[in-house]
């Protein structure tokens, strides 16, 4: 079965339960290094979410000032 994404929301959700578990300093050594890594992968997502948001924002503001140029 294919792993479907996680929503924005949910790999930050994710991403802050990392945070908090190794700001706990509970974890061994290993599980630390293992949940960082799952933390960077996590950040890349929520980077890659924004980045194509921040696109889609970008996109639509220049629409916007085109149309606005356009009537005056």
Avoid: P, R, W
């Avoid at 960082?36 to 000032?65: A, N, Q, R, T, W």
């Avoid at 085109?66 to 009537?71: F, G, K, L, N, S």
Wanted: charged content about 45%; hydrophobic content about 30%; proline content about 0%.
């Amino acid at each position: 079965m294919a792993k479907t994404k996680e929503t924005f929301e949910e790999s930050l959700e994710s991403l802050e339960g990392i945070v908090a578990d190794l700001e706990s300093q509970e974890l061994d050594l290993e599980k630390s290094l293992e949940m960082f890594e799952k933390g960077v992968s996590l950040y890349k997502e929520c980077k890659k979410h924004l980045e194509k948001v921040e696109k889609k924002v970008s996109k639509l503001s220049d629409s916007l000032e085109e149309e606005e140029v356009a009537e005056n």
